[in-house]
């Protein structure tokens, strides 16, 4: 009585079962779709935000080394552009701010070393301080359909570097 019991669970479990592995995948493959675009929209972000540290630094160290240019906002602005190929620039202008021996500049608009106000000083700012802040937005979303924009909604990437100027 003991083997008949046991043969008939048996051949009750492998009678119904050739559908299981279907229904596992149709449960579990939604979840791991949200996992994978969950993780390339966050890689995606990282780029960027590597991106523009990169672009950041190498425009920091050209206003350092810039002294004696004639517009050297304008050569920290292809910096920046140069160094993030991948980042719009319409989006970069709008985020950009250059200090200079604790005078803000207009984005993308420091004068050079003949111009008279608060921020000639770029020629005699040997020493001191000059900053690069740049603040870029981005959308993170892990999964956009039909248009809805499920997901983090709008966030801003912001890179700064502070050089002496030489």
Wanted: a negative charge; charged letters at 10%; aromatic letters at 4%.
């Amino acid at each position: 009585m003991k083997n008949s019991l046991v043969a008939r669970v048996r051949r009750f479990i492998n009678a119904d079962s050739e559908g299981n592995a279907l229904v596992e995948m149709a449960v579990t493959l939604p979840l791991i779709m949200l996992i994978m675009t969950g993780i390339f929209s966050f890689s995606m972000a990282l780029y960027q935000k590597l991106q523009l540290a990169e672009a950041v630094a190498a425009a920091g160290r050209q206003l350092a080394v810039d002294r004696g240019s004639h517009d050297p906002c304008a050569d920290v602005m292809n910096a920046i552009y140069n160094g993030a190929p991948g980042l719009s620039q319409t989006s970069l202008n709008q985020g950009i701010v250059i200090t200079i021996n604790g005078t803000t500049e207009p984005s993308g608009s420091c004068p050079g070393p003949g111009t008279t106000g608060a921020s000639a000083d770029l020629s005699s700012a040997q020493g001191k301080n000059a900053q690069v802040q740049v603040t870029y937005p981005i959308t993170l979303s892990v999964v956009n359909i039909w248009g809805s924009g499920q997901g983090f909604g709008n966030v801003n990437l912001i890179s700064q570097v502070t050089e002496v100027v030489q």
